[in-house]
């Protein structure tokens, strides 16, 4: 059987055109190559290169196993760059879930950034609300759930990657369009609209938390339609929507989108990501750290503290 060393070197004193220029090139001696070509052509009972010119020079026959010679150790080495690639986890594929908008923010430029830096990867998004994206983790179908906030699953790792401002969405006639801050007081009395799907529930969580107080619950609607709807649904008023500002890149005629303010700045909403302990795709891990890079965040696996932010958005 020829080994791959002895075509790289048949490849090599080709290329050289001669014997003992192709040794230097490899760090051998000459007397090794020459004995693994004279092996070579013993094996194959043909001879390869013509010893009565000077140099080293290939007969017809050399011309013709050379070529295919040529290809297979060009293939074998593409073979283990690739594998070298997969496990550094620059090429492959990562099967993202989320259920935030995808119009802008943080998803959308980490994930284009991402391809832009790895392009050998084939990035998945799959939209879905949490009960499905858990799923998908579950089975494996999903390699990373991107979420609002931070819970703890059992066999579920978990990460803060980003944050996001919050947006409250109005009709651009309202009276708090002309104001230059607003802030989470200034909602109170109003009348809201959620979806029902993710992340409506959470969403009116936070409502309630910022705006409910003894004697005053605030008016939210929940109703079975998407994002976009919500949104389109504003512009004909009396309602506002509050969402994180992945939204924006909505745009909807009439309607509006302006930053909520608390005391100590921008009114923010943390967003997690969440993997299968035993998940082995270095894909995944090379995503992780990654983002962490990008936004700044601790690179270990384990939950961190919801509150963590990472750069304001790009």
């Known amino acids: 059987m020829i080994e791959l060393r002895q075509l790289r070197y048949l490849l090599a004193a080709a290329q050289a055109g001669s014997f003992s220029r192709a040794a230097r090139n490899m760090n051998i001696k000459q007397a090794t190559l020459s004995r693994h070509i004279i092996e070579v052509e013993k094996r194959l009972g043909i001879t390869l290169f013509d010893r009565r010119t000077r ?8 011309k013709t196993y050379l070529r295919t010679a040529q290809r297979i150790v060009k293939e074998f080495e593409e073979l283990n760059e690739w594998v070298r690639a997969t496990q550094k986890g620059e090429t492959g594929r990562l099967a993202v879930g989320f259920y935030t908008s995808f119009s802008a923010g943080n998803l959308r430029a980490t994930l284009s950034d991402f391809s832009a830096r790895f392009p050998a990867v084939r990035v998945q ?13 579950e089975s494996g179908l ?32 309202h009276p708090l369009a002309s104001r230059e801050r607003i802030h989470w007081q200034d909602l109170a009395g109003e009348r809201f609209l959620l979806t029902k799907r993710d992340p409506g529930p959470e969403t009116r969580n936070l409502l309630l938390g910022k705006l409910g107080s003894p004697g005053y619950t605030p008016e939210i609607d929940m109703d079975d339609i998407g994002r976009d709807t919500v949104i389109s649904s504003i512009a004909l008023g009396g309602r506002l929507a509050i969402f994180a500002e992945s939204s924006a890149g909505i745009q909807v005629p009439g309607v509006l989108f302006r930053e909520i303010h608390e005391a100590n700045g921008h009114s923010r909403i943390g967003y997690s990501g969440y993997w299968r302990d035993d998940n082995e795709n270095p ?32």
């Open 55 to 62: 140099g080293a020079t290939l007969t017809p026959n050399g």
């Open 142 to 173: 999903l390699d990373i759930a991107i979420m609002i906030g931070e819970r703890l699953y059992p066999g579920i790792g978990s990460r803060p990657l980003w944050s996001e401002r919050h947006l409250v969405v109005m009709p651009e006639g």
């Open 283 to 314: 894909v995944l891990r090379r995503f992780l750290d990654f983002v962490a890079t990008r936004y700044s965040l601790p690179s270990g696996s384990g939950p961190q503290p919801a509150q963590q932010s990472g750069k304001e958005p790009p």
């Open 125 to 137: 998004g799959f939209e879905r609300d949490r009960d499905m994206l858990l799923a998908g983790i």
